[in-house]
DNA sequence: ATTGCAATTTGGAACGATCCAAATTATTGC
DNA sequence: GCAATAATTTGGATCGTTCCAAATTGCAAT
């Protein structure tokens, strides 16, 4: 075998050209005659050449890397999981890979990757942050001309782009549709109080039930944690009332699911005896017995926006920031008892 | 603000000492003064410097990128996504960062990311491989001295590393515990037959039967595809035998989240009227509507696992292929109706 | 043939780090 | 105080690629 790894110099050699005629094949200059460049590809594939990107990147002071960052804070939510497939969609087809951490809501492991990330000279970067972030973590960045789009958590005070879905609107006509169902007592579930998304989606909230004449009752706002877990909690202590309410707009799908978990245990049936609305319409939504009614916005196609922003930005130079709110739509299902018989699980 | 990137020349000149002081603080070397140490450190901090990896990797020739690639065979599965969590876990407090990358499923995707991670000079690969891979697609890694580690699916023929569940004994524990259960009608539901991983389980099956005494019958072996959607599908097929099973070993955790859809959607009560158990033990697998019983495999620690293995190839210079089947444990829930009562659903 | 002009090709000199051997400085024993 | 030794520090040379200016080639027109 090969000693050492085979360099454009080897090539060169082997299709005896110089070294900086390789180099114009490899960056498909036109420059180049044809017949050369097929000589040089043949003696590339002959001899098994693998391009050196490091060394490449060493010499070229201002292009890139072909390397994009993405950092989110909960890879096994299945909602993060799906942006980052969205967004690995688009930066391969744009010849770009991804470099994926997950810092698991950890604000030093966020640091640390990021550092990390720069070291290894990214040419952009997306982040959905970790709860603690602060503006000044991206400032470096900035500083050094590399692009940033944050995504779902917006981050107040940066100069970087963001988008979030329209988490308040979403809310809103999770409420309306529950009040034009007839009901009048509806709490708002789950999440932390401390959260960006968290405020805008209870701003929804209040301002539903404020339209629909109903008043807002702060004691209908019942927080936990975002997990299953905490669903199931806040409906026990949603239920301990006195005046109960006979609906939720619960903070994402997962609290929705434990909702319907803590329903269920205290014999009551999700979609007929109580009704339900989740938010981010996760992928087991359409198939969990009952279907679940919620707020979609499709973490996938975010992902894909995202890297499409970003991908402008590097191209462009120059990072104009820019702030995208995503469409989020109500899609009724069986959970909120508005029986939408007809879309049918008869079987697969 | 400073024109181009901070280098070593610049700390240098900033401290008073040579570029090839720098480095050598730069690697933690024992030769260098504590009082220069600090001075140069001091340096960096004030002038903001990154280190350039890409620069760093071209000189040295043994030693590696801290870069380790992965690559899934579909992200969106909340296995892979655990998964990749365990790896990025050890991964990432040995100093390396992870290029994850999702394949869908897709070879030509899987061939294309390979290829971009070697132009770069990822130290290690740790692979779920796509349906149609072949041993062949990583001679280049093994002849450029490059580990790799297969995990989930093995790989017949390669001469990598591999980390597997022990399958087979999970499927044969299943069948044995529904057996004494006194069910004498078991199914094996869902899942493509043309994977190594559906034989493996298949076969754990027809051990189980035929140990229990109850004979194989090809019948009751029902193949769908590996999601909930199938599970949904495939318990519709074995109920409308003349002669239904009562109780079934699914392929896999979702397809066992679909049997249970589909008995619903019958009127049957899965865990009362009809046993279903899964395998993997998905994080939902617990808080579900009944709680399912479940071969649990744990995706986190196999990742973690798959990664210490790979770090030890590194390090150690030479890839000695290794082949690790990882134990896996019949975790009883109430899906099988061995009503664990005690197990606290009350309230979260 | 010789010139002019476009089309190709080509040797260095970078890029930012590490390595090596050799130089410098500090410390010790006598 | 001086040699011997240990502890630090330091200039190139180098890794594999791209860039640049300059050289070579091909070919039509003179």
Known sequence: MTKGRVTV??????????????SLVLQGSPLVNEGTRSKVNAAMRELGYVYNRGAANLRQTSA??????????????SFFAELAVGVDMVVQSAGFVQFLSNTSESIDRQREVIASMREHGISGLIVSPARATEAADFKPLVAADIPVVVVVRSLPGTKVSSIVSDNQGGTFAAVEHLASLGHTRIAFLGGFPDTAVFEERLAGYVDGVTVAGLGFNEELVVSSAPSRAGGSDAIGRAMAMSDRPTAAVCFNDAVAFGVCDGLRARHLEPGRDFAVIGFDDVIEAQTAVPALTTISVDPQSMGRRAAQLLLKQINAGKAEPESVTTAVRLVVRESCGAAQKKTGRKMA
Chains 1, 2 share one sequence.
């Open 9 to 22: 110099i080897d090539i060169a050699k082997a299709a005896g050209v110089s070294k900086s005629t390789v």
């Open 64 to 77: 890139k890397s072909k390397i994009i960052g993405v950092v989110v804070n909960d890879l096994t939510n």
